[in-house]
């Protein structure tokens, strides 16, 4: 991998669907219902089920990953969630290279990300650094 600041990530896109939403809780513990229950999720206020706050970090990683390939590892990934996203809306993440530093017999990579719903509505922000070997 050959970046420097301000080289962008091939960005992913991903629509939740109702059961990649379901069996995300499942793998996470996470119980809470406007997750993996429509009418629960309508029962709250919401147009449909949630997307978790832990799958837009996931992304992210997935993301960054993909973009600094094979021998990368995740360092740090942290992200806020700025607006809800639902399941069934196309979901886009990005990532821009912020800082590339030598670490010796590798390299630290420092990226900004973002998480877009098809509207528009930015859903997430965060930062990631990922340590790539060198080759």
Same mark, same amino acid.
């Given at each position: 991998?050959?970046?420097?600041?301000?080289?962008?990530?091939?960005?992913?896109?991903?629509?939740?669907?109702?059961?990649?939403?379901?069996?995300?809780?499942?793998?996470?513990?996470?119980?809470?219902?406007?997750?993996?229950?429509?009418?629960? =999720?309508?029962?709250?206020?919401?147009?449909?089920?949630? /997307?978790?706050?832990? +799958?837009? $970090?996931?992304?992210?990683?997935? %993301? #960054?990953?993909?973009?600094a390939g094979?021998?990368?590892?995740?360092?740090?990934?942290?992200?806020?969630?700025?607006?809800?996203?639902?399941a069934g809306?196309?979901?886009?993440?990005?990532?821009?290279?912020? =800082?590339?530093?030598?670490?010796?017999?590798?390299?630290? /990579?420092?990226?900004? +990300?973002? $998480?877009?719903?098809?509207?528009? %509505? #930015?859903?997430?922000?965060?930062?990631?650094?990922?340590?790539?070997?060198?080759?």
């Amino acid at each position: 991998m050959a970046a420097e600041p301000g080289t962008v990530c091939p960005p992913i896109e991903y629509t939740p669907t109702h059961l990649a939403l379901f069996r995300f809780s499942a793998v996470t513990w996470n119980s809470h219902r406007i997750h993996f229950d429509q009418a629960h =999720a309508r029962a709250e206020g919401f147009p449909d089920v949630v /997307v978790q706050s832990t +799958l837009h $970090g996931e992304m992210f990683a997935r %993301t #960054v990953l993909s973009f600094a390939g094979p021998g990368a590892v995740l360092r740090r990934v942290e992200w806020r969630n700025r607006a809800t996203a639902f399941a069934g809306v196309p979901l886009t993440f990005s990532g821009r290279v912020t =800082a590339v530093t030598d670490d010796g017999d590798g390299h630290l /990579v420092e990226f900004d +990300l973002t $998480g877009t719903a098809a509207d528009g %509505t #930015v859903c997430a922000t965060g930062t990631a650094e990922v340590r790539v070997p060198s080759r």
